[in-house]
């Protein structure tokens, strides 16, 4: 049963944190020339649509319009030195006569998180070329409720790709291909044949099934199966029984949210009866829309991050959606993650663009960090945390706070991942800025480091439901009349050091595979405080990317490959640039007495 459970540094470095020069990328190994490089490998032929339908093009909502956040970048500056393309700007898919018959040099990486669409230009060393950020608002039409209106994500998605291949002085017909990578868990449905959606994106941090959940862990049912699956993994040995033997729901399954759509959303049950119902994650959908209906199809990262998809058989879960009386008709086929699923209509950038790529975003990452090998680890801290574990061939069944994962399938090879997930990194540090602790996250790190400790105040997290503790209460502990703002930053970026070190130990103890190298991406990552004391905890080096935008690159990698504008992955491990290397410089057991009094007030916030 596939089951899913679920800020710049400061400028005073830390004393183990290193600069470590370029992996062959500034000035180092040149750009292959263009006529080495392969032609596109066959592809499979393009997945059918639902219904064959083209989408009807929509006019954008006012709400569409453009918005660049503080730390989005807004628009990327053109390169200085471009080795193709025309010196200015010119209309999307409109090359002036100079350019007309220029060669594809670029590949665009979009990454379309949870606040945020971003896409970057890359030329052949991996270098950006162009870039563009912009804002996407979450809205919350009831307590607990998060979605994404798919009109205004459709318009900053196009309008994105578009601003960030005109700041790079180029047009359509340079871009090679098209890598997309996107949040996982946040879905829609929609009808086949009409292609009017029944609700909005349900985002992965929405909550509207938490009385769902709760009925759901407390049945008698549930009991049963524990039995049931205890009985035949003891009998067998086989994995695929271990995780259905201690299954517990969550209210970031994605499979919970789509229980209640069916159970309370009639249209879409009465559409799902007569097979007129599409279910797809953002990857789908968008897919869908770039290609005017004409392409139904996601990918097996995104499916196996669903929960609703069965890891093993590499299929959706006939046992979960029995379970859940989820119709087996809506979900979308499954494709290869590099793979050429068509092309954008042309109406939309002027030419065609090749998709070559779909991905999740935290699998997209652990690709764009090369973690290649069995045992290699990414840590992203954006929004939430993310420790991934590259386990290779094989796959590791759930073990209640860890997850197994398809991390991509590239022809005959399917590589595994096993995943842990930290609730309020990000959110934690946004929601201490929006409450005027500090002005800017630049300073959090230098307002943790001007003191010797928190006094003993402890941050406890629980902004989001978490997996573990869905009653969980986020506070302050510890406040005395001395404490300062200081005090608090530094409860709340310990917070993640110490829940970073907690998941470190679990994937130690239960994931029989020796741990290599550890690279950390995300936001968060750009906080030299938050950085150094998680080396010190776990007591092991981390590398900082030049570039903390991993998905996208991530994205942009798997679509080089598949359009042949990469050769192999040895080739993209040159191009790795290293900004930073943290390395222990204290004994974890300096923190014991702070990590102790945390867990303490961890306990004390259970069940609230």
């Known amino acids: 049963m596939g089951l899913f459970f679920g800020v710049p540094a400061s400028s005073a470095g830390p004393r183990g944190r290193r600069p470590v020069p370029d992996e062959g990328a500034k000035g180092g190994a040149a750009p292959p020339a263009l006529g080495s490089a392969p032609g596109p490998r066959p592809a499979e032929a393009a997945p059918t649509a639902p219904g064959g339908r083209h989408l009807p093009a929509r006019r954008p909502r006012r709400a569409a319009r453009a918005h660049r956040p503080a730390g989005c970048g807004g628009r990327g500056r053109a390169h200085s030195a471009l080795s193709a393309g025309p010196g200015r700007a010119m209309p999307c898919g409109q090359p002036d006569s100079g350019a007309a ?59 994105v790709i578009k601003e960030a291949v005109q700041t790079a002085g180029l ?35 929405d909550i509207r099934s938490a009385e769902l959940v709760r009925s759901w862990n407390k049945s008698l049912l ?108 809506i979900y979308p086929p499954v494709k290869d993650t590099s793979f050429n699923f068509g092309s954008t209509d042309s109406e939309i950038f002027g030419v065609p663009i090749p998709i070559m790529a779909l991905v999740a975003d935290q699998q997209s990452a652990m690709f764009g960090e090369c973690c290649f090998h069995p045992g290699d680890v990414k840590l992203t801290m954006g929004t939430g945390g993310f420790w991934n574990v590259n386990t290779g061939e094989r796959l590791f069944a759930s073990q209640r706070s860890l997850y197994p994962l398809i991390g991509w399938k590239i022809g005959k090879e399917v590589v595994y991942l096993t995943e842990g997930t930290i609730s309020d990194i990000g959110t934690a540090i946004k929601w201490a800025q929006d409450i ?26 629980g902004l989001q439901v978490s997996v573990d503790g869905t009653y969980l209460c986020a506070s302050f502990m510890g406040l005395k009349p001395s404490t300062t703002r200081n005090h608090l930053v530094r409860a709340i970026l310990e917070s993640i050091a110490f829940r970073n070190k907690v998941l470190y130990d679990t994937i130690v103890k239960k994931v029989h595979i020796p741990l290599q190298t550890i690279r950390a991406d995300g936001g968060v990552s750009n906080n030299s405080f938050v950085m150094q004391m998680t080396s010190d905890l776990i007591n092991k080096k981390i590398e900082k990317p030049a570039n903390a935008d991993m998905s996208s690159l991530g994205a942009a990698f798997l679509a080089g490959l598949a359009s042949g504008f990469w050769t192999d992955k040895e080739q993209l491990k040159k191009l790795r640039r290293i900004e930073a290397v943290f390395e ?9 007495p702070a990590m102790d009094t945390w867990l303490q007030a961890m306990k004390h916030s259970l069940h609230w």
Request: proline fraction near 5%; glycine fraction near 6%; charged fraction near 20%.
């Open 436 to 461: 005027d602790l500090f002005t800017n996250v630049d300073e959090t790190a230098e307002m943790a480091q001007s003191i010797a400790d928190s006094q003993g105040v402890c941050f406890i997290p």
């Open 171 to 205: 047009h359509m017909g340079q871009i090679a291909g098209l890598g997309i990578s996107t949040q996982r868990g946040t879905f829609i449905t929609w009808h086949k044949r009409t292609e009017k959606p029944f609700h909005n994106f349900i985002s992965w941090q």
């Open 584 to 592: 222990p410089q204290k004994d974890s057991e300096e923190y014991r």
């Open 101 to 159: 018959a220029a060669p594809a040099r670029y590949v665009l990486g979009v990454d379309v998180g949870s606040t945020t669409v971003k896409c970057h230009v890359y030329d052949r060393a991996a270098a950006v070329r162009g870039s563009s950020c912009r804002k996407v608002e979450s809205l919350h039409p009831r307590p607990g409720w998060v979605e994404l209106d798919p009109e205004v994500l459709w318009s900053q998605f196009v309008g």
């Open 222 to 329: 549930l009991k049963v199966i524990h039995v049931i699956f205890t009985v035949l993994h003891f009998l067998t040995g086989n994995d695929r029984y271990l995780a259905p033997s201690f299954l517990t729901f969550s209210t970031q399954q994605t499979s919970m949210k789509l229980s209640w759509v069916f159970k309370n959303i009639p249209e879409a049950e009465e559409a799902a009866k007569k097979n007129n119902c599409c279910f797809g994650t953002i990857d789908t959908w968008l897919l869908y829309r770039l290609t005017k209906g004409s392409v139904y199809a996601t990918d097996y990262s995104s499916a196996s991050s669903t929960g609703i998809f069965e890891p093993f058989m590499k299929c959706w879960s006939p046992t979960l959606c029995n379970l859940l009386s989820l119709p087996k008709s």
